[in-house]
């Protein structure tokens, strides 16, 4: 215990700069939009174990590369995201029966993530008992193919909402929605989970936050390629200069999951623009 205390007590004094918004580690959305013109760019890694493709038959550790983002706020009402993964590197320690055979012969395979493409519409602030609260819908691409055992080649489309609410100096996020996910499988098949995130923000002190969330998708089917999921993560968020630094350890909530992983990541904003003064235009 006192081990911890003194770790906190030294990132504490070495944080320092500006202030920053939720998300990373965390993959719960937030429903506070980013300023106009201001935009966030987020980039890291991450490191899983026992990661399972039950489509192509794969198992192994998964390293994630360039996990990365980009969200501007385009409006006063309005945020515009794009997210995805520079490079997939599975090494493979296990095979399985596979629904679709993979063309990978070695003891690896690689490839790149989905393309994320989101809209964010801000519905109503946060005020007195009531949370803040936003609608969300993106599209994501299917980048990464079935050829290297880490795609499903299928277009995949969510819609959610948004809730934040604070109590006190701690913020509970919650996200909600629906995915619709085509079959890999079985032409003109689709499948219609919900979506779900949970997550918490407690700040430790003035530049340092804990961290947690559970984040997952769950459907009365879990289909080969659109299995059920459902993820724990838990860690810190470090303010130091001008990006904020986070690290989180993950731990798989089911069968198709990873084991055990590690996110780490920073986040960077800046304003690119500003928003016109209200102009009067006289017609006559």
């Given at each position: 215990?006192?081990?911890v205390r003194?770790v906190?007590?030294?990132?504490c ?6 202030a ?15 300023p106009?013109g201001?935009v966030?760019?987020e ?7 026992g990661?399972a ?6 198992r ?16 006063e ?7 995805g993964?520079v490079?997939d ?7 399985s ?10 003891n ?7 393309l994320l493409?989101?809209?964010k ?5 946060e ?5 803040a ?7 994501e ?11 499903t ?11 934040k ?11 909600l ?17 919900l ?12 530049r ?5 969330e ?5 459907g009365?089917?879990?289909r080969i390629g ?9 860690g ?5 200069g001008?990006?904020r ?5 993950i731990r798989g909530?089911?069968e ?7 996110a780490?990541?920073?986040?960077y904003?800046f ?14």
């Open positions: 215990m006192r081990n003194w906190l007590s030294v990132l004094l070495l944080s320092a700069g500006g920053y918004a939720d998300p990373r580690p965390l993959r719960t959305g937030d429903a506070d939009l980013l106009t201001r966030r760019v980039f890291g890694a991450e490191f899983l174990q990661q493709y039950p489509l192509s038959g794969l192994g550790d998964l390293t994630r590369l360039g996990v990365g983002s980009v969200q501007v706020g385009v409006g009402y309005a945020e515009f995201g794009i997210s993964v490079q590197i599975l090494s493979i320690t296990g095979r029966e596979p629904v679709v055979r993979p063309a990978v012969t070695g690896s395979t690689n490839d790149f993530g989905n493409l989101a809209t519409l801000k519905i109503f602030g005020s007195g008992p009531r949370p609260l936003s609608f969300r819908f993106g599209v691409l299917p980048n990464a193919n079935q050829e290297n055992g880490l795609g080649d299928q277009t995949q489309f969510y819609t959610g909402l948004l809730l609410k604070s109590f006190g100096r701690v913020r509970v996020l919650a996200d929605g629906l995915a619709i996910l085509g079959s890999p499988v079985v032409a003109g098949k689709q499948t219609d989970p979506t779900y995130g949970v997550g918490a923000v407690v700040p430790l002190c003035r340092v936050n804990f961290v947690a559970v984040v997952g998708r769950r009365p089917e879990g659109n299995e059920n999921l459902s993820q724990l993560r838990a810190v968020q470090l303010r130091t001008i990006l630094w986070d690290l989180a350890g909530l089911g198709f999951d990873p084991d055990s992983g590690l780490v990541g920073a986040t904003e304003q690119a623009f500003r928003k016109d003064p209200a102009r009067v235009r006289i017609v006559r």
